[in-house]
């Protein structure tokens, strides 16, 4: 990125040296505003993926342990979940404008679909013969979700926290940069009005070191939750 600019073979209005997209990211670094923005969508994020997990758990494990609660229920799911959350862009900006609920709206849709299909996964793959055994010995459905059903389903839980949290990143961005929802999108979308080139791709590229660093956390609070099963013990020790 530096080289190509510099060579005369990208118009540097266009596509700014490397060296100074990072300049300009550093400079951007000290001012209030950036923080404020990154805030914003760090707020969004957290607080889309925290509802859309906790609604997708409960209504995964509702209906994987409710006899005939899938086979009801599985039409729906497959309807709902191939919509594009984009596609939720109008009536989010008709029903909240240009605020965090829209943001949420956005982030909770993508990221609740991410979640439910892994726990529906993951109830699933819990042993019916244990399943049986522990209803016969009289356990309550509290005590067999607590003691089967969540230990079974958790490592596609995690997977499901995993892949919900990139999702939602990328939407409170989009959100922020499509709708004008206060973040690093609209950030990103003043930058482009003003033709400020170079803080257009500093920003850019704050995104994705963000958006690397949520990845990189998930995934070391997936290792940790997990610490007990095979597969990761495996993994650390390879």
């Known amino acids: ?20 997209i990072l300049g300009t990211l550093f400079a951007q670094l000290g001012t209030p505003e950036l923080w404020i923005a990154l805030g914003e969508t ?3 994020w957290a607080l889309g993926l925290a509802i859309a997990f906790c609604a997708a758990v409960v209504t995964g494990v509702v209906i994987g342990i409710v006899p005939g609660l899938r086979a009801l229920t599985g039409s729906t799911v497959e309807f709902l979940r191939p919509i594009p959350s984009v596609a939720l862009v109008p009536l989010a900006t008709l029903l909240f404008g240009p605020s965090l609920g829209s943001t949420l709206m956005l982030v909770v849709y993508a990221s609740f679909w991410q979640v439910l299909i892994q726990v529906l996964y993951g109830v699933a793959a819990v042993d019916s013969v244990a399943f049986d055994t522990a209803r016969s010995y009289g356990l309550s459905a509290w005590s067999r979700v607590r003691h089967l059903v969540w230990p079974t ?14 999702v939602a990143f990328i939407l ?19 930058a482009q009005s003003s033709g400020a080139v170079p803080a257009v791709y500093a920003l850019i590229v704050l995104a994705g070191l963000v958006g690397i660093g949520v990845n990189a956390a998930v995934r070391l609070l997936e290792r940790r939750v997990l ?11 390879a």
């Open 1 to 20: 990125m530096e080289v190509v600019p510099r060579a005369g073979l990208v118009d540097e209005r266009f596509l700014p040296p490397a060296s100074r």
């Open 42 to 44: 760090m707020r969004g």
């Open 153 to 166: 389903a958790l490592p596609y839980v995690m997977t499901g926290l995993r892949l919900a949290a990139a």
């Open 172 to 190: 409170a961005v989009t959100a922020e940069l499509v709708i004008g929802s206060p973040g690093l999108g609209a950030e990103i979308q003043v």
């Open 227 to 237: 610490a007990w099963h095979p597969a990761v013990r495996s993994e650390v020790a």
